[in-house]
């Protein structure tokens, strides 16, 4: 899986932005319950948000975050307050709701 560019990242950030939190993260932290509600919704959706509920501090956060992208196969696009932003492109190319932008080599 190629990284995201950072325009691309801009771009799943804007489509996330009136998207509601489809799965919370609690005092347990990243359980089996919440990667495979994770997976259920990265399949459905493609990009999600992500609650954190019980933790507030930012390096716990930004640790979380990356291991439930890793756990999930996903991209992690974005932490914004208490909300994670995950993107795992559908492997369907025929049914990928969400194109990302390309840059040509003349831009």
């Known amino acids: 899986m190629e990284p995201l560019t950072g325009y691309q990242r801009k771009y799943l950030r804007g489509l996330a932005h009136d998207r509601k939190p489809v799965v919370l993260i609690g005092q347990q932290g990243v359980t089996d319950e919440v990667v495979a509600s994770s997976e259920a919704n990265l399949r459905r959706h493609e990009l999600i948000k992500i609650h954190f509920n019980a933790f507030k501090e930012k390096a716990s956060k930004r640790s979380l975050?990356?291991?439930?992208?890793?756990?999930?196969?996903?991209?992690?696009?974005?932490?914004?307050?208490?909300?994670?932003?995950?993107?795992?492109?559908?492997?369907?190319?025929d049914r990928r709701a969400i194109r990302l932008p390309v840059r040509s080599a003349a831009s």
């Open 65 to 93: 975050g990356a291991e439930l992208a890793r756990r999930t196969g996903a991209h992690l696009v974005g932490i914004i307050g208490h909300t994670v932003i995950l993107y795992r492109p559908q492997p369907d190319a």
